[in-house]
């Protein structure tokens, strides 16, 4: 049986990683600071502060392949981000495991194109897509100078997921659905790339179990849906049963509000994605497993609904998942 450690298991893209690597009948090693996790029944918990390079290579000891699910809070991204990715590519190092990594589009910078393929050049002219783009050439050094193997699935903003301050999705644009209202990060007419998690998890799996047939390293993009705010608030009306004001979100606001909060100003710094359409091209990540499991717009929708609260207000600080996954 295939082992896996999953790092930041109790995250929106880690329980659903988890659910998926179990349901395929894999040993799912579930890794969290504490060593709490008690969401989905797996065969292990273990802890580890994914910046101690000592606890996670002590954690994943055993384990074939290591997901990292780590996603820090926006204004730690300069100090925890890089640190995080070199302890657990060196985990893998040291135990010859398979490094899978989610990946976002942060990479292209504001130039992003309206169809991501995998031969688009990335032109980060943001702090957090440098920071990015960094990370998956170390991951690629580590493949060409030391056999490190890589599989990186690159996707859009997430919904789905279990946390309900933790993304776009739930933090904004659902959370006044009760009171009759959508609101929308950008103009309504914008093609968006969205991941709903479980589908985007279930693509990991599909892909580890191919990694013996793959280069060292391999990057792929995940299709997910392509969507306009448009087709996003008639979809959420059907699902709703009953229509939606569209609402926008106050940017100059946000901005104003980035010279006090450290939060604001980075969420602020990635509004362009929001004004630039951009889609995914999945047309290599398909040439290897067939048509991705892809639930229907509406279906999916629901069931993140009727996982989320949606009654919480935006008068906090946007929290750190409003970024992609």
């Known amino acids: 049986m295939k082992k896996i450690a999953i790092f930041g298991a109790n995250g929106n893209f880690g329980y659903q990683a988890v659910k998926a690597f179990t349901r395929a009948g894999w040993q799912v090693r579930a890794i969290t600071r504490d060593g709490i996790y008690d969401r989905v029944e797996v065969a292990e918990t273990a802890s580890a502060d994914a910046m101690d390079k000592t606890q996670v290579i002590a954690a994943t000891k055993g384990c074939g392949y290591i997901l990292n699910c780590v996603n820090p809070?926006?204004?730690k991204w300069g100090e925890m981000c890089?640190?995080?990715?070199?302890?657990?590519?060196?985990a893998a190092k040291q135990h010859g495991a398979v490094h899978l990594f989610p990946a976002n589009v942060y990479n292209y910078g504001t130039e992003i194109p309206s169809v991501i393929h995998n031969s688009s050049p990335m032109k980060p002219d943001t702090k957090k897509g440098r920071i990015r783009l960094d990370m998956e050439q170390l991951f690629e050094k580590f493949?060409?100078?030391?056999?490190v193997q890589t599989i990186i699935i690159r996707a859009g903003d997430f919904f789905g997921g279990q946390n309900p301050d933790t993304s776009w999705f739930d933090l904004a644009i659902c959370k006044s659905l009760a009171k009759g209202k959508m609101t929308y990060p950008g103009p309504m007419d914008i093609i968006h790339s969205w991941a709903y998690l479980p589908d985007f998890a279930q693509s990991f799996v599909e892909m580890a179990e191919q990694s013996e047939k793959l280069d060292k390293f391999q990057t792929f993009l995940f299709e997910g849906h392509a969507i306009s705010g448009n087709q996003l608030i008639s979809a959420l009306?059907?699902?709703?049963g009953k229509p939606l004001k569209p609402a926008r979100i106050p940017w100059s606001l946000i901005r104003l509000a980035g010279i006090f909060s450290p939060m604001m100003k980075e969420?602020?710094?990635?509004?362009y994605l929001w004004d630039a359409p951009h889609q995914m091209d999945a047309s290599k990540l398909?040439?290897?497993?067939?048509e991705l499991q892809h639930t229907p717009l509406e279906k999916a929708l629901s069931k993140a609904l009727a996982n989320s609260d949606f009654?919480?207000?935006?008068d906090k600080e946007i929290p750190q998942a409003l970024a992609s996954t």
């Open 311 to 314: 009654e919480f207000q935006i």
């Open 82 to 90: 890089m640190p995080v990715a070199l302890n657990i590519i060196s």
């Open 286 to 290: 398909k040439s290897r497993i067939g």
């Open 267 to 271: 969420v602020s710094e990635m509004s």
């Open 143 to 147: 493949a060409i100078e030391n056999g």
């Open 73 to 75: 809070p926006y204004p």
């Open 237 to 240: 009306e059907n699902v709703v």
